[in-house]
C-alpha cells in the first residue's frame, strides 16, 4: 500500500482515535483497552485495528497469558505504532536526502560545534515565537511526542529519526542544541534540555515537571 | 554469530594527565554500564581490579583501545547511542584528537569464540584500505551475518 492510501485510512475518525491511542501509549495496547479508550466496542476496535495493521501503520503481536497450563486462555493480540514511517508531500519534497547530504559534510569538515551553534539558533528563533507558551505544548507542536515521567518531560518520538539513525552522534547533538535554544527562546532555563538517551525514543529530556499535567507514572 | 568491535582514539594527552582525568573517570560507571547492557558478551580488560585500567598494547603510545563482543547490532547501538555513553561520546574531542580514517571496526564472529586484539587491528585496517566490506564493515554501511558468514574473505582474515 502507498504512502498517501496508508494515510487516507486515518480520514475515519474511529481509526484516526484508535492510532492515536494506540501511538500515544508508546509500547503494546490490547484490543480492549484500545476500544475502551476510543469509545468503541471490541469488534469494531479489532476490524479497524487490523486494518491499520495491513497499512504498515501499526503493528501487532501477541503478549502472553499471564496464568500459564490449561484454561489460561489464547495469548491477547496487542498492537504498536509501526516502526516505519509514511509521508506524503504535494507537490514531492525531499528534505531527507539533503540532510544526510549536509550530514556528510559536516562530518567530512569535522564542524559538529558549528553545526550546535547554528541548531542551538535555529531553537531559539523558533522558541522566540512562542514565547510564554508551555515548553511540552511547543514540543509537542514539532512533533515530539512529550510526557510526564518522574517531575521531567521525556519525549516519545525523534522528529529526525532517519538522519538520528545514519548519524547519530551528530544528530543528537544538534536536537539537544535545538532544545536548549526552543527553551532559550521561550524565556526558559536552557539547561533543563539535557540527553537522556534509550532505546526507541527522542534522546533530549527537559527536567522540570510540565506544567499542564501533574500526572506522572 | 556475535558482533565484534573494535575502536581506537588518539589521546590528547597521557592517560595520567589531568587533561584525561575526567575520561578516566568516565571509565568505571561507562563500563559498568556497557557490562550490564542486554547483549553484552565480552570485552578486552587489562585488570580485574583496577576498573580505570586501559589496555596496553604495541600499537603506539597515546593510543587508547577499546573492543567488544555483543549478541547483535541492536545490543551494541543502545549501548553506544541509546544509553549515557552517547554523553561521553558528545565530549570525545576533550580527550582525543580528530581522525579523518575510520576509527571503529565491527565483525562477525563466531559465538564462544573470542577474537585476538591483533585480529582486530588487522580488521580495523582492511576497513581503512580497502573501505566497508562483511569482514570489516560499520554502523553506516553495516553486513548482516547472513551476508558474512560464509565468504572466504571473513574465513582469510580471522587467521
Keep these: 500500500m502507498g504512502d498517501l492510501e496508508a494515510l487516507a485510512l486515518l480520514h475515519d475518525p474511529v481509526r484516526r482515535s484508535l492510532y492515536d491511542v494506540v501511538a500515544s501509549r508508546g509500547g503494546d495496547v490490547g484490543r480492549g483497552e484500545a476500544a475502551d479508550a476510543a469509545g468503541v466496542s471490541r469488534t469494531l476496535a479489532g476490524h479497524h485495528l487490523d486494518r491499520l495493521v495491513e497499512a504498515g501503520l501499526l503493528e501487532s503481536g501477541f503478549r502472553a497469558p499471564e496464568r500459564k497450563g490449561p484454561g489460561s486462555g489464547r495469548p491477547a493480540k496487542v498492537y ?5 514511517e509514511r509521508s506524503v508531500s504535494l507537490p514531492p519534497r525531499d528534505y531527507v536526502t539533503l540532510a544526510s547530504v549536509l550530514a556528510a559534510v559536516v562530518d567530512e569538515l569535522g564542524a559538529e560545534e558549528a553545526a550546535e551553534r547554528a541548531a542551538r539558533a535555529e531553537g531559539a528563533r523558533i522558541g522566540g515565537r512562542h514565547r510564554g507558551e508551555p515548553v511540552e505544548r511547543v514540543l509537542a507542536g514539532r512533533g515530539y511526542e512529550p510526557f510526564a515521567e518522574g517531575g521531567r518531560v521525556r519525549l516519545r518520538n525523534c522528529p529526525f529519526h532517519v538522519a538520528a539513525e545514519e548519524r547519530p552522534l551528530l544528530v543528537c547533538s544538534m536536537n539537544l542544541a535545538l532544545c536548549q535554544g526552543l527553551l532559550e527562546g521561550l524565556g526558559e532555563e536552557p539547561g533543563r534540555a539535557r540527553l537522556d538517551p534509550r532505546p526507541g525514543e527522542c534522546c533530549v529530556v527537559v527536567e522540570g515537571a510540565p506544567v499542564s499535567k501533574t500526572n506522572e507514572d | 554469530m556475535h558482533l565484534a568491535q573494535l575502536n ?11 587533561e584525561l582525568a575526567e575520561f578516566v573517570a568516565l571509565l568505571e560507571p561507562v563500563n559498568a554500564l556497557a557490562d550490564s547492557t542486554p547483549g553484552f558478551v565480552w570485552r578486552l580488560k587489562e585488570s580485574e581490579s583496577d576498573p580505570t585500567a586501559t589496555v596496553v598494547h604495541d600499537y603506539g603510545d597515546h593510543l587508547l583501545i577499546n573492543f567488544s563482543v555483543w549478541e547483535s547490532r541492536e545490543a551494541l547501538w543502545n549501548f553506544v547511542y541509546r544509553s549515557p555513553h552517547l554523553d561521553a561520546l558528545r565530549r570525545r574531542r576533550e580527550w582525543f584528537l580528530r581522525v579523518a580514517e575510520p576509527y571503529m571496526v565491527m565483525w562477525w564472529t563466531p559465538e564462544g569464540e573470542i577474537p585476538s586484539l591483533a585480529e582486530g587491528m588487522r580488521r580495523l585496517e ?10 570489516a564493515f560499520t554502523f553506516q554501511d553495516f553486513y548482516d551475518a547472513s551476508e558474512a558468514a560464509h565468504l572466504p574473505a571473513a574465513a582469510e582474515a580471522r587467521k
Excluded: F, I, K, Q
Excluded at chain 2, 588518539?10 to 595520567?16: I, K, S
Excluded at chain 2, 582492511?126 to 569482514?135: C, K, M, N, T
Design chain 2, 8 to 18: 581506537v582514539a588518539h589521546m590528547r594527552a597521557p592517560v595520567d594527565s589531568p
Design chain 2, 126 to 135: 582492511r576497513l581503512r584500505a580497502g573501505g566497508p566490506g562483511p569482514e
Design chain 1, 80 to 84: 504498536r505504532r509501526a516502526g516505519g
